[in-house]
């Protein structure tokens, strides 16, 4: 189905425009496997959210069919829907969590919304103890609201989230964001999914590899050796009921859960 695989650890440490150790690319063709990807001519082998955000866009728009795996969640459970009155439609989820959580400025932690110093997060809470259907499905997956802690996850997703409106409003029609666009995608089309590296990471040996850049060889190297096999169509389609479908067509899934 691609041509080429992009796994991503994110991290939602700091600022936007901060160098973060723990924000990691790797990236495959067919064959061979997956290759670090640094930011150039930076000397620096750091990437700032803003900087991967424009390095995907540029990927995703030069027609090569690609498959991006991203380390974080992609929407919220179906409870803080209901809790703030909001319309079951991730295009629509996006762009009023934005004007909640401005996470994409230039000089904005995640935790000066959350403190109540910048937007206004406190009308767009949720509970650690909620957990979107694909959370439960890979049981040691974290809640989207879980902020402290080790494995942890809210604090990248309450970062990415902004940076995947921009990517979903400049690419909407041309790039596929599974499953929200629907669960099998049209062939030749480009995908970003929501992915768990922890269903993968123990299945090679680590090396030199730290923790978050073996986290994104294995996205990508599993997403290709998958594709390769000709698994992926049925990782697409998970084995859901038709009202867990329906709940997991809003609050996102977990490539590889099936």
């Keep these: 189905m691609f041509d080429r695989f992009i796994g991503i650890d994110y991290s939602g440490a700091e600022t936007p425009t901060s160098r973060l150790p723990g924000l990691r690319i790797y990236m495959a063709e067919r064959e061979g496997i997956p290759i670090e990807v640094r930011?150039?001519?930076?000397?620096?082998?750091?990437?700032?959210?803003?900087?991967?955000?424009?390095?995907?866009?540029?990927?995703?728009?030069?027609?090569?069919?690609?498959?991006?795996?991203?380390?974080?969640?992609?929407?919220f459970p179906t409870r803080y829907f209901e809790?703030?009155?909001l319309r079951h439609d991730w295009t629509a989820f996006l762009g009023d969590f934005c004007?909640?959580?401005?996470?994409?400025?230039?000089?904005?932690y995640v935790d000066f919304v959350r403190d109540g110093r910048v937007g206004r997060g406190w009308e767009r809470a949720g509970e650690p103890r909620w957990k979107r259907l694909t959370e439960i499905r890979a049981r040691s997956a974290k809640s989207v609201f879980q902020f402290e802690g080790q494995g942890t996850v809210a604090k990248s997703t309450h970062a990415g989230l902004p940076w995947l409106a921009r990517m979903r409003e400049r690419h909407a029609g041309r790039v596929h964001f599974w499953p929200f666009d629907g669960w099998t995608p049209p062939p030749g089309r480009s995908v970003v999914?929501?992915?768990?590296?922890?269903?993968?990471?123990r299945e090679w040996p680590r090396?030199?590899?730290?923790?978050?850049?073996?986290?994104?060889?294995?996205?990508?190297?599993?997403?290709?050796?998958?594709?390769?096999?000709?698994?992926?169509?049925?990782?697409?389609?998970?084995?859901?009921?038709?009202?867990d479908k329906n709940t997991a067509a809003?609050?996102?899934?977990?490539?590889?859960?099936?």
Excluded: K
């Excluded at 999914?193 to 990471?201: D, I, R």
């Excluded at 809003?250 to 099936?258: N, S």
């Design 39 to 75: 930011p150039t001519p930076q000397p620096t082998p750091h990437w700032t959210r803003r900087e991967l955000t424009a390095w995907l866009d540029e990927r995703l728009e030069d027609g090569t069919p690609t498959i991006v795996g991203i380390d974080h969640g992609f929407s």
């Design 83 to 85: 809790r703030h009155g």
């Design 193 to 201: 999914a929501e992915v768990y590296p922890s269903l993968w990471n």
């Design 250 to 258: 809003i609050e996102g899934w977990i490539l590889g859960l099936r």
């Design 99 to 108: 004007r909640h959580w401005p996470t994409d400025g230039a000089h904005v």
């Design 207 to 243: 090396g030199e590899r730290t923790i978050d850049q073996h986290d994104a060889w294995s996205v990508a190297e599993w997403m290709r050796r998958a594709d390769r096999l000709g698994a992926l169509p049925e990782y697409f389609m998970p084995e859901l009921s038709a009202q």
